[in-house]
């Protein structure tokens, strides 16, 4: 047999099936641009992206005996979505591909929310944008909102439809209209693909339940214990207070299905071409509502392969690259965001123009909950100094709180490598942050206490988990001030450390815990929703009043943004730590084109001195000015920094 060349089948395929895509683009009823604009847009972007796409389903598809069934359909299914893209879409297009890195700009500064804890509904919601506007949000991440399963659905991670949002959300339309209104005031949509698995009634999952062969070959189902058993000796539990193991057992099938999350969330079988090519077009459908960042949900859990983990395979690298390159296709205003809630090798691997541009930082986030906690900043700095770099033209994004728990997904070898003990120290946090060590100042509880092996996380709101809770409890009101700096310094670092800042809504008045969930019956088991509190829209007031703590929190973190905004040096992600011998503080360089800020942190309740002569090496000019204060520092000088004190500073 002749050797397999690549490049010379891909360029053979595409002769083939570009007979077709004329074919679509002539019966397409796309008025914006012309058959002629259409047909030479369509060219470029194949000639740029399509030898990839190739090689990617070549690599994932090309054992099935059907390949170019597959890659034919998969093209033509991307054809047809580009096809129905609204005209606004078009537009943004044409935008995105001449500023690719639009999203690594300082002026992101990104929110979450529940839709119907924030507002109740996506109408309400719109009525909501003058509040991000003024808060300073430019990038707005919505929960999952589709059709979701009765009952428990796992904050709408069980999707039953990803084509409708939930009736009492609003309508698809709603959605549409929302996208539009927020771009309206550079606002970005940011919507979940939650493509790891769908709802056990989702039409897919009654199909195969219906003994479909066609959809029992959409999920992963087992006769009998034989195959899951063997699975199971290598996969982690991510949910084991809630059901053990990684398979359910269906009565109607009499058959086990994986199920890596809850019973009811059905891993989809990604090594069915028509899976992807199903799964292409929901995301492709999610495109044209208006969202121009995806959340990737869960990517680690995508492949399987008997004998490893079944986390972080290659093959689901290929996937999502092969995602991503029929975005740049038929949608190239769409920009890819990891969920890789795993060890931080494994967070980066996830990480490129290619596969996501941006992603979750969760061993930032982790990080600064352990320097915190321990007031030094040792495992910190070894953590940033070779980990927050990332190629160009990608992102992180920081944040300190979601509606996730906190997992202690720092590297092993950090953490010996300045001298603490990576077991141990993972239990002194989990003790720390569940109230269970002396003298804490965090109020949170555990997550998913897994009792064979130990493991913990921790739930909490980020002003529970700060101090704000156990402070004003107390009526202390020294504590208090120490809290209110404490989560100042803390969104200071995130608002500058290189990437984009992202806040979980309600962190920005300091809401704390609320333990109104043990109440409810389909949310007890399940802590995150301690940190997922109802927005009480009377707190506004709180702006009205001489002094509160819900204010100055409010007014700090919508200081920071604008400030964050008004600073080119935090363009990209461009950070160097900067030499400094004090252990409870963090100094850092951040710099684009000829500017310059450099920021020192003070983690600990105690003021701390900083020699600031150590910047002098750096090249920095004589004299600093803090953008907060407007202070004046002197690089001769050593200065001391206030508990949790937080410095911006430009030259002068
Ligand atoms: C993601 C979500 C989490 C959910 C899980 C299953 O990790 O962030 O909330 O439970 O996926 O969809
Ligand atoms: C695990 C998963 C992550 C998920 C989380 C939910 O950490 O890796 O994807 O969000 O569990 O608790």
Not at 421 to 446: C, I, S
Not at 607 to 618: F, G, Y
């Amino acid at each position: 047999m002749p050797e397999f060349d690549p490049d010379y089948e891909a360029k053979r395929s595409l002769t083939r099936i570009r007979p077709k895509i004329l074919e679509r683009i002539e019966q397409s009823s796309q008025s914006l641009l012309s058959d002629e604009q259409l047909i030479e847009t369509i060219d470029a972007r194949l000639s740029e992206h399509w030898s990839r796409l190739f090689g990617l389903l070549y690599r994932l598809y090309g054992e099935h005996y059907d390949f170019f069934f597959y890659l034919e359909n998969i093209t033509l299914t991307a054809v047809d979505c580009w096809l129905s893209r609204p005209d606004e879409l078009y537009q943004l297009d044409i935008r995105r591909e001449n500023d690719p890195g639009w999203y690594l700009s300082e002026r992101m500064v990104g929110g979450s929310l529940y839709v119907d804890l924030f507002s109740d509904d996506l109408n309400t919601l719109r009525d909501r944008i003058p509040y991000f506007k003024d808060l300073g949000l430019t990038y707005v991440h919505l929960m999952p909102l589709f059709a979701a399963r009765s009952g428990n659905n796992d904050g709408g991670y069980a999707i039953n439809d990803y084509r409708s949002v939930d009736p009492d959300l609003g309508t698809i339309e709603d959605l549409r209209g929302l996208a539009s209104d927020f771009r309206k005031v550079g606002i970005s949509l940011v919507l979940d693909f939650v493509f790891n698995h769908t709802s056990d009634e989702h039409a897919w999952a009654i199909k195969a339940q219906e003994g479909d062969r066609e959809f029992e070959n959409y999920f992963h189902t087992y006769p009998d214990r034989t195959i899951p058993a063997k699975y199971e000796a290598n996969l982690r539990e991510i949910f084991p207070t809630i059901r053990r193991g990684n398979f359910t057992w269906h009565e109607g099938m009499q058959r086990w299905i994986w199920t890596t999350f809850n019973s009811f969330q059905w891993d989809l079988k990604y090594s069915n071409p028509e899976v992807f090519r199903a799964m292409a077009a929901e995301m492709l459908f999610l495109a044209n509502t208006g969202v121009e960042i995806l959340r990737l949900d869960a990517v680690a859990f995508v492949w399987k392969q008997m004998g490893t983990s079944c986390e972080n395979l290659p093959e689901a690298h290929l996937l999502i690259q092969a995602f991503n390159a029929l975005c740049r296709i038929a949608a190239p205003g769409l920009v890819f965001k990891s969920e890789a809630i795993v060890h931080p090798d494994e967070v980066v691997r996830y990480i490129s123009r290619e596969e996501c541009q941006i992603s979750y930082n969760p061993t930032l986030m982790a990080l600064l909950w352990e320097s915190i906690a321990t007031r030094e900043t040792k495992l910190l700095k070894q953590s940033l100094g070779h980990r927050q770099y990332l190629n160009a033209g990608t992102s992180w994004v920081n944040y300190l709180r979601g509606h996730d728990d906190i997992g202690w997904s720092f590297d092993n070898g950090d953490a010996w490598a300045v001298g603490i003990n990576p077991d141990d120290h993972r239990n002194f946090l989990n003790k720390f942050y569940t109230g269970r060590f002396a003298g804490t100042f965090a109020a949170g509880v555990p997550f998913q206490h897994n009792e064979t092996n130990g493991d913990m996380r921790v739930s909490g709101t980020m002003a529970s988990l700060a101090g704000l809770e156990k402070a004003t409890d107390r009526g202390d009101k020294a504590l208090t001030e120490l809290a209110v700096q404490r989560i100042r310094m803390l969104y200071g670092v995130l608002c500058s450390i290189g990437g984009i800042p992202l806040i979980f809504l309600g962190e920005e008045w300091g809401l704390i815990n609320d333990y109104a969930y043990k109440e409810d019956p389909e949310k007890e088991a399940d802590s995150r929703w301690i940190h997922r509190p109802r927005m009480v829209w009377s707190i506004l007031k709180e702006l009205k009043k001489k002094r509160s703590v819900n204010k100055r929190i409010f007014l700090n973190l919508q200081l920071l943004f604008k400030e964050r905004k008004a600073s080119p040096a935090l363009t990209g992600s461009h950070m160097r730590l900067l030499p400094c011998d004090n252990p409870h503080t963090l100094s850092y360089l951040r710099w684009h084109d000829s500017n310059i800020l450099v920021v020192l942190a003070n983690f600990s309740e105690q003021p701390q001195k900083v020699d600031l002569r150590s910047l002098r090496t750096e090249g920095l000019a004589h004299y600093l000015k803090d953008v907060f204060s407007q202070s004046t520092y002197s690089t001769n000088d050593t200065i001391t920094l206030e508990p949790y004190a937080l410095l911006w500073l430009q030259e002068d």
